[in-house]
């Protein structure tokens, strides 16, 4: 079965992080979370990232907020792809998390979402899409979900302006 981490910085990006989870599951994709920091756990976060691919994951989505350090350096110790997600910060909005997370150096590769939790709604989608180059059920899923999404939004109402 594959599988997918999704690892984020602290217990308070867990708000964030879960729109990811959720999509994870609504596709039908076993995942794992945890909290690793860079910043507060670097051993854990080296130890993680080493084993991740024979622990059997085949996707790591790495959430942090403010000096988001922890996408990149999860990458800097494994092969697999990582997906970041920069999570809204109280004191600059995730700009700041964004921007520590989108210019990797090259070489080194983390593919950016965006801020907040569509962004992880997307990491989790994107990690699905991955998963389904070799898994058919995934596949399936993902092509029903997107069919009902683009149904749902052709059968909405004509918008009227208020009196
Ligand atoms: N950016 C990082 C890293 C890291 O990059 O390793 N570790 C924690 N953090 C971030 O600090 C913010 C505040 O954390 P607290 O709420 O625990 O104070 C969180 O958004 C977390 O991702």
Do not use: Y
């Not at 997370?101 to 979402?113: C, H, Y």
């Amino acid at each position: 079965m594959n599988k997918v981490a999704i690892v984020m910085g602290s217990t308070s990006d867990w708000p964030t992080m879960q729109n990811a989870a959720k999509m994870l599951r609504e596709m039908g994709v076993e995942f794992e979370a945890k909290v690793v920091s860079a910043h507060r756990t670097p051993d854990r976060l080296t130890e993680f990232a080493v084993t991740a691919a024979e622990q059997g994951f085949d996707v790591i989505i790495a959430g942090a907020g403010g000096a988001a350090h922890l996408p990149g350096m999860i990458a800097a110790h494994t092969h697999l792809p990582v997906l970041g997600c920069p999570v809204r910060s109280s004191q600059l909005s995730g700009m700041d998390s964004l921007l520590s997370i989108v210019q990797m150096p090259k070489g080194v590769a983390v593919g950016t979402l965006a801020i907040g939790d569509a962004g992880a709604a997307n990491a989790g989608l994107l990690a699905a899409q991955i998963i389904a180059l070799h898994d058919d059920t995934v596949r399936q899923n993902i092509i029903n979900f997107r069919a009902a999404q683009t149904e749902k939004v052709l059968a909405s109402a004509d918008l009227e302006l208020p009196e």
